[in-house]
């Protein structure tokens, strides 16, 4: 005998699960008909968390004072680690200045300090590229702490480097550390509920992306600490690299220990629905690298995480050469453009996740052309200043719409294939160091403000690449374990139309049957649909567009 079908939520339902920030202060008070369902199937109840979730645990509020686990701690553990690994990963571009001073390094060209570090964004594509489906197969957790010890073993020997080869050598692997990113992403994408992923994304990649500024700010100020202590410049700035391996190290430690891969603690306890099975990288990778939309994030995010790579590795030297500033002063002001990642990201996210409220995943697209388009204009507008006092608001400004892009874009990407999502923010990551190279291929060609004209004119053409998000493009099904709740969800949020087995582009409206244990769909007029072994109603009032 069937099970009783459980009543229609009341009007205004879907609504109230929809905004940005539900205001229930508890998942006992935040009960709705979601939450009666599971108890009318004869469920066993669900484990307390201090945030309301949605059906698959997932913290349907973003708490950042809060430090409780699983859902707030792992996001503070998150955004922390990459925080740090930008200790490591930009500590040379802050000391370029007094680095290629160096005469056994050989840093004694434009065009080679510019090469070094167009080879350690390569490293991080590589890296990038890889990582992601590795955090598919063992969680967030084990994939981060691993970047992070493994990859400040090269942040120690970068003080021992003789000649450009070993230099640039180093370079290269401390660039992979710039891969913790993708865990970050694939982390707070696990850890928190569609309605807010966009706006976690944001904070989290934001907070950790302002280790960009302070440590263009911070790591001169080491640098002179060591010359207190009697060192002189040369082996002033081989010490101080001491610094940030050794805090990286301290990171794997605390965040292994201390966090958890996804709400429900251990990561193999993610795959909880029977229809959802681990995926082996190379599966993930080709089937992540399949889907059209991940290639055209990929080259929108080249246009604004490459663009800010490009400046915290080059701003030190371009206020350096252009307005003849010293090397601390000069890092001061480069550290502008990094660490107002601090709110500028998360405005992007969150202005994405109040464009979806209101206009479907086309909100989305249309906040990313807009901010893309903007953050090509500023950097024309700063291309063509003269004076430091000119220059530095006009920054500001540049700097705050690329951030913006960036979040923008990662509130996209867990839309992409919830299935790999671990490949998809992998290789659109990827695209922000793929952009980074470039970008950095130019400065070391051509003069720094020319430079910088030729940037801001590839950006503006990039935000055209964003239109063809809202191509109806057929991809594979997503199998991602989702009730009712959440198929009415993304319906409302994305251009994808959904049915319990997963997620294609094609428009319909039609209702779906749902055969449980191997999750497949096929259209037709049924009135009722299986899932997980209960029979629910699903309608198909909500037409894609």
Not at 476 to 500: F, K, L, N, W
Request: with cysteine; glycine share 8%.
């Amino acid at each position: 005998m069937e099970d009783p079908i459980p009543p229609e939520p009341p009007s205004g339902a879907d609504e109230r699960e929809d905004t940005l920030a539900s205001t229930a202060p508890s998942r006992e008070v935040s009960k709705d008909w979601k939450d009666l369902e599971g108890e009318a199937a004869g469920e066993p109840e669900e484990p307390h968390f201090r945030l309301p979730v949605d059906v698959l645990h997932r913290a349907r509020r973003l708490e950042p004072w809060r430090f409780d686990r699983p859902h707030m701690r792992a996001f503070h553990f998150a955004w922390s680690s990459f925080f740090l690994a930008f200790f490591g990963w930009f500590a040379v571009p802050a000391l370029l200045p007094t680095i290629k001073t160096s005469t056994s390094l050989g840093l004694d060209s434009k065009s080679k300090v510019y090469d070094s570090n167009a080879v350690a964004l390569v490293g991080t594509v590589l890296m990038r590229f890889v990582i992601g489906s590795m955090a598919d197969r063992y969680g967030p957790r084990i994939s981060q702490a691993t970047l992070l010890t493994v990859f400040s073993l090269p942040i120690y020997l970068l003080g021992t480097t003789f000649n450009y080869g070993s230099f640039v050598a180093c370079r290269f692997f401390i660039g992979m550390v710039g891969a913790t990113f993708v865990i970050t992403e694939f982390w707070t994408s696990t850890m928190f509920s569609r309605n807010i992923v966009g706006t976690a994304n944001a904070v989290a990649a934001g907070w950790g992306n302002a280790g960009g500024g302070v440590t263009l700010a911070l790591m001169p100020q080491f640098f002179d600490l060591m010359k207190v202590f009697g060192l002189d410049d040369d082996k002033a700035w081989r010490v101080v690299m001491v610094i940030p391996a050794t805090a990286n190290i301290i990171m794997a430690v605390c965040l292994y220990l201390f966090a958890d891969d996804c709400p429900d603690g251990p990561y193999k306890n993610l795959r909880r629905e029977p229809n959802i099975q681990p995926v082996q990288p190379w599966e993930a990778f080709l089937r992540a690298a399949s889907n059209p939309r991940t290639w055209v994030l990929f080259l929108i995010y080249a246009s604004c995480f490459g663009v800010e790579l490009t400046m915290d590795s080059t701003l030190t030297s371009y206020f350096h050469a252009v307005y003849k500033l010293g090397q601390d002063t000069a890092g001061v002001a480069a550290g502008l453009f990094g660490i107002l990642n601090i709110f500028a990201r998360a405005l992007g996210g969150i202005g994405s996740d109040l464009m979806a409220h209101w206009f479907s995943m086309r909100g989305r697209v249309a906040w990313l052309f807009c901010l893309i388009l903007l953050e090509g204009v500023f950097a024309l507008v700063f291309s063509r200043m003269s004076t430091l006092s000119g220059a530095l608001p006009v920054l500001i400004i540049f700097s705050i719409f690329t951030q913006m892009s960036c979040g923008g874009t990662f509130s996209i990407v867990p839309f992409v294939d919830p299935k790999v999502l671990g490949a998809v923010s992998g290789i659109v990551g990827g695209g922000g160091n793929a952009g980074g190279v470039f970008f950095s291929l130019v400065f070391s060609r051509v003069d720094y403000q020319p430079a910088m004209l030729i940037i801001s004119l590839v950006v503006i053409g990039m935000s055209l690449v964003v239109l063809p998000l809202l191509w109806p493009l057929e991809v594979p099904p997503s199998t991602i374990g989702i009730t009712e709740g959440e198929m009415s969800y993304i319906r409302r949020h994305s251009t994808q139309s959904v049915d319990a087995a997963g997620a294609t582009e094609l428009p319909r409206t039609d209702e779906i049957h749902v055969v449980p244990e191997t999750g497949e769909a096929t259209e037709g007029s049924v009135e009722r649909a299986e899932v997980k072994g209960r029979t629910l109603a699903v309608t198909g009032e909500e037409k894609v567009e």
